[in-house]
């Protein structure tokens, strides 16, 4: 049997008994995670929406980011990404989220060599916690798009995986 594309298993995945609720918060990416849930029919039954919040003044206003924590990393670290996976469950109410966070292209004012990101799941637990998973995606060589899309790509493969433990 052929296996459907990440996207199509995340919606089977959220659909399955109990039902999940998806948001989305994104920086590096600039929209494409959304993109990719919203490419799938059928996605308006599981996703809530998201936002692209860019600069640091917009993940503070809108995903709750701590303000002093994300200026010593430029916003870019495992703790900034999650913290951003969990406010947009918060912002949109949702089960789960997923963010990321990154470099699309080298910075040397920053010390970055070669474009990376972090990506971030958060699930909403029941007794209101919120559980947390997040990991580093390296893009060597990588022009700025396709870095974008790779993280993007990788971000929603680490959500399918994470569902496929939590569904069983």
């Given amino acids: 049997m052929k296996t459907p594309p990440p996207a199509e298993e995340l919606k089977v995945l959220m659909l399955r008994a109990p039902q999940l609720t998806l948001a989305v918060a994104e920086s590096m990416t600039c929209g494409r995670v959304q993109a990719r849930v919203?490419?799938?029919?059928?996605?308006?039954?599981?996703?809530?929406?998201?936002?692209?919040?860019?600069?640091?003044?917009?993940?503070?206003?809108?995903?709750?980011?701590?303000?002093?924590?994300?200026?010593?990393?430029?916003?870019?670290?495992?703790?900034?990404?999650?913290?951003?996976?969990?406010?947009?469950?918060?912002?949109?109410g949702s089960d789960a989220g997923v963010a990321t966070t990154g470099y699309a292209e080298p910075l040397a004012a920053d010390g970055v060599a070669e474009p990376f990101a972090w990506w971030a799941i958060a699930r909403r637990g029941a007794s209101g916690k919120f559980l947390l998973r997040s990991g580093r995606v390296e893009c060597p060589g990588a022009t700025r798009t396709d870095a974008q899309a790779f993280v993007a790509d990788a971000a929603i493969a680490e959500l399918v995986a994470y569902l496929r433990e939590l569904r069983g």
């Fill in 38 to 92: 919203g490419e799938v029919l059928g996605a308006s039954n599981f996703f809530l929406g998201g936002i692209t919040a860019y600069s640091l003044e917009q993940k503070v206003k809108h995903l709750g980011v701590n303000r002093a924590a994300a200026k010593k990393v430029n916003s870019v670290s495992a703790g900034i990404v999650e913290q951003m996976a969990r406010g947009a469950c918060e912002l949109f």
